[in-house]
């Protein structure tokens, strides 16, 4: 991994917004699925949540391979337990939601910690997550057609929420907020994408990634990753 490599993984994992998220309940299309996780790793968001309809999660996730390798995707059987764990995390939770309560998203306060709940692509959010979000919001729209495709709405929503953390100086950090292993695994298997690969295949754990960005490994490891054929590389 050179220098350049090393410090845009770094300042990435510094402005990750830990207490910012997204909600899918049963968004089954593949495409839309994969827009509203690049989205997400665009403003800096870490963890997104989903809900999937039957068997559908593995191509889902699957097509969103790229941006999926920086953003964790976590499953959860039931809306329920998905609102559940966000809500024990102290967030807000947001339903994209046409109602006589609804307000405008743009007037919500995104320096909170916020989830956004977005509902499957046909019908929307469900009675039973909309009963138990704190708050309906809507995007307005002048014409004819009065709702957005999913990933576009989850797009215009996040990017609100980015524009206000950025003018609250919410990226504007020198270190990582997520835990140590979860930066220890984003830096190998990011700035060393064949060796994690190899140690995956091989059942090996992740060295450490020092202050330089270099393996830092003992001879154990290093033998055994010698024996898969690949060469040995210790340093950037």
């Not at 690049?38 to 790229?66: E, L």
Request: charged share 25%; with cysteine.
């Amino acid at each position: 991994m050179n220098d350049q490599r090393f410090s845009r993984i770094s300042e990435m994992l510094a402005r990750r917004q830990h207490d910012l998220t997204v909600c899918m309940e049963q968004v089954h299309k593949p495409h839309n699925v994969s827009a509203v996780i690049r989205t997400a790793d665009a403003v800096g968001i870490h963890n997104v949540h989903a809900v999937w309809p039957g068997d559908r999660m593995r191509t889902a996730v699957s097509s969103s391979a790229g941006s999926n390798s920086w953003v964790n995707v976590i499953t959860h059987r039931t809306i329920g337990e998905a609102v559940s764990t966000v809500k024990s995390a102290g967030m807000q939770v947001l339903a994209t939601h046409l109602s006589g309560k609804a307000v405008d998203f743009r007037d919500i306060d995104y320096t909170r910690p916020t989830c956004i709940l977005m509902g499957q692509e046909k019908t929307g959010i469900t009675r039973e997550a909309l009963d138990l979000a704190d708050q309906d919001i809507i995007i307005p729209m002048l014409g004819m057609v009065q709702s957005l495709n999913v990933s576009v709405a989850c797009a215009l929503i996040l990017y609100e929420a980015q524009r206000q953390r950025q003018i609250a100086g919410m990226y504007q950090r020198d270190h990582c907020l997520l835990d140590d292993a979860e930066q220890q695994r984003l830096l190998f298997e990011g700035g060393y994408p064949v060796l994690a690969r190899v140690a995956r295949q091989k059942g090996l754990p992740y060295p450490r990634i020092n202050d330089q960005g270099e393996v830092e490994a003992d001879e154990h490891w290093w033998s055994a990753m010698q024996a898969t054929g690949h060469s040995r590389k210790r340093k950037k």
